[in-house]
């Protein structure tokens, strides 16, 4: 099993920024990739971001945040972190991290999630 826990999120003016982190722990090893997907009321959760521990995949983000958000990783820490710029009332969601041995673009190819976090973004 493997452990994702998110924190970051909170309320923010339009223009501003925050950072999620997400702390992986147990079985990391059995995983490669590492994901942020957000969903806002009423809508599927929507792929964010995605990043490999090891590297091998360069890290890629969803067009929709491209040049605005950027997904980085502290292997020594196993944790994930999303750097979120520019922030817009739209990005409101709840923000969830996943894992899963190879990365993908959608939520069936991620088998371990966190919790969530809350991200209000206010105009």
């Known amino acids: 099993q493997v452990q994702l826990v998110e924190s970051g999120g909170g309320l923010v003016q339009a223009g501003g920024s925050l950072r999620l982190a997400c702390a992986a722990s147990?079985?990391?090893?059995?995983?490669?990739?590492m994901a942020w997907f957000r969903q806002s009321p009423g809508t599927e959760r929507e792929f964010v971001a995605a990043i490999t521990w090891s590297g091998r995949i360069p890290a890629y983000t969803a067009d929709s945040v491209k040049g605005r958000f950027t997904i980085s990783r502290d292997n020594a820490k196993n944790t994930v972190y999303l750097q979120m710029n520019s922030l817009k009332p739209e990005d409101t969601a709840v923000y969830y991290c996943?894992?899963?041995?190879?990365?993908?673009?959608?939520?069936?190819?991620?088998?371990?999630w966190g919790q969530g976090t809350q991200v209000t973004v206010s105009s």
């Open positions: 996943a894992s899963a041995r190879r990365v993908g673009g959608g939520q069936s190819d991620y088998e371990y």
């Open positions: 147990g079985r990391t090893f059995s995983t490669d990739a």
